[in-house]
């Protein structure tokens, strides 16, 4: 019994490389045998091979092309669409697949999911063809991101890779980075040290030799980069981690503070079911039935400095009073370039990090 559950086993493996074989290609008999033995199968003859064969012929797509002469060779032939069949993907799973790609197009960065390009497609022309549910859902159904997002930079490729490897590593570079558009190269000698992406700009982040400071450059302003090895890599104390919870990748501005406003009806029917933020609280105003006061704790980022400005036609900042008269201010500002024929540029941040 033993002897005959491993040539069961060995006749199950040979019959899948022969299938996976005639996928790629049409395949003589002889052909098959060359590529079981390149793939160090146990030996066979070409007769055993022949009978596997003809035991396979009509099931999973595989036939023979019809000879023009009885002295040709059997040539074997695999029918793709019949086989894929076999590798066919549950609908849920195909709209999972399909979703997850448009999430992941928002968020960046696509190269990585190169190797399962095939995949996701094979998810999408599945669902095209069917009438299921998951594939209804999939015409129907719209997924965006919640809020604008810059478009992803054109990359040179090769160059993307050599930024993303020197990162892993954290090594010292040498690095012609263009602070603008046709703005001449500057050379810098850095520790490449992490890669991040905001949205689907990818930034490589160093810290500069010349003034160990840890900065960031986008991928799209690199023109070269060079590992050298006059240079030490200066990684020190540095932690990723650490790094993104110092809000220096979200444009922090501060720690989480409760807002309290006053917000129109519009306002109110955006963030009741999706809260703005944690310990949300919409509560009636006397004499103002269309409105609401709105008490939240909300991160001090950019992102709700942008999406309060939006906005700021709909709503009334109560308090804290110093982030109050910060909006104040930002809202002046605007206002005053509005108002100008030519545009006046703050000598001063308003919104700040807090650390120094």
């Not at 002897?3 to 086993?9: E, F, I, L, Q, R």
Request: aromatic residues 8%; negative net charge; proline residues 4%.
């Amino acid at each position: 019994m033993e002897g005959h559950t491993t040539a069961n086993a060995s006749l199950t493996i040979r019959c899948i490389y022969m299938l996976l074989a005639l996928y790629e290609k049409n395949r003589t008999t002889a052909e098959l045998l060359e590529y079981l033995a390149e793939k160090e199968l146990a030996s066979v003859s070409k007769r055993t091979i022949q009978r596997n064969l003809e035991d396979l012929e009509g099931h999973f797509g595989l036939s023979r092309i019809p000879k023009t002469a009885a002295s040709e060779p059997d040539i074997w032939q695999l029918e793709q669409q019949e086989f894929e069949r076999l590798l066919e993907l549950e609908d849920p799973v195909a709209l999972a697949l399909i979703i997850a790609q448009q999430q992941l197009s928002e968020l960046g960065p696509m190269s990585v999911f190169k190797p399962v390009d095939g995949l996701f497609q094979r998810a999408r022309e599945q669902l095209a063809a069917r009438q299921s549910l998951a594939s209804l859902w999939y015409q129907r159904v719209k997924v965006t991101a919640a809020s604008h997002r810059l478009t992803g930079p054109e990359l040179d490729s090769e160059k993307s890779q050599r930024l993303l490897e020197v990162a892993l590593k954290q090594v010292a570079v040498r690095l012609c980075y263009h602070p603008h558009q046709g703005d001449s190269g500057q050379t810098l000698r850095a520790t490449a040290l992490a890669v991040f992406y905001r949205g689907a700009v990818a930034y490589l982040i160093i810290r500069d030799h010349g003034s160990d400071r840890v900065r960031q450059l986008p991928f799209s302003r690199i023109s070269e980069v060079r590992e050298i090895v006059t240079d030490d890599p200066r990684v020190g104390d540095f932690d990723l981690e650490e790094y993104a919870a110092s809000g220096a990748l979200a444009y922090k501005f501060g720690e989480p503070f409760r807002l309290e406003a006053i917000i129109f009806n519009s306002i109110r029917r955006e963030i009741e079911d999706a809260p703005l933020g944690e310990n949300q609280e919409l509560l009636p105003l006397e004499g103002q039935p269309n409105c609401r006061l709105l008490r939240v704790t909300v991160p001090y980022t950019l992102n709700l400095v942008q999406w309060l400005l939006a906005r700021a036609a709909y709503l009334k900042i109560l308090a804290p009073s110093q982030f109050r008269d910060k909006f104040r201010e930002e809202l002046r500002r605007g206002l005053a370039n509005f108002e100008s024929e030519q545009l006046q540029v703050p000598t001063q941040r308003n919104f700040v990090s807090d650390k120094k």
